[in-house]
């Protein structure tokens, strides 16, 4: 079973995923980051709730280490090191992993954490 805070963890991190969902529709393809009339505010926004999903991976970690191992299809040590990766290279952020990331990533990363949430009165 889920602890309360890893459960307000998990919460907090599909509440980030739906705040960059919103913000990307309007992004068609990676270069939308960087030419689009939001080019200066949109790719930093993302960037800072990627970063804060990291962090918040980092600190589930931190609650409930074995939550890793009964999950390993979440890549936690691939999320934990982009969000190091912002944190000191944040003006080297490529704008197409950035698309990538949002596009590919965060959709499969809310699947496994609802399905995580959904287990929580089973584990």
């Not at 939001?38 to 970690?61: F, Y």
């Not at 280490?65 to 944040?90: A, C, E, G, M, T």
């Not at 596009?103 to 089973?122: F, N, R, Y």
């Amino acid at each position: 079973m889920l602890d309360e805070r890893t459960n307000d963890l998990l919460d907090g991190i599909l509440d980030s995923i739906e705040v960059v969902a919103e913000r990307m529709k309007s992004i068609k393809v990676p270069d939308d980051l960087v030419l689009s009339p939001a080019a200066v505010t949109i790719p930093g926004s993302i960037a800072m709730r990627l970063q804060h999903i990291g962090e918040t991976v980092k600190n589930v970690k931190s609650s409930n280490p074995d939550l890793f191992d009964r999950h390993p299809q979440v890549p936690w040590k691939s999320i934990v090191r982009f969000r190091d990766f912002i944190s000191h290279n944040y003006g080297q952020i490529n704008h197409e992993i950035e698309f990538n990331i949002c596009h590919d990533d965060l959709p499969e990363l809310k699947s496994a954490i609802e399905s995580i949430l959904g287990q929580k009165h089973q584990d």
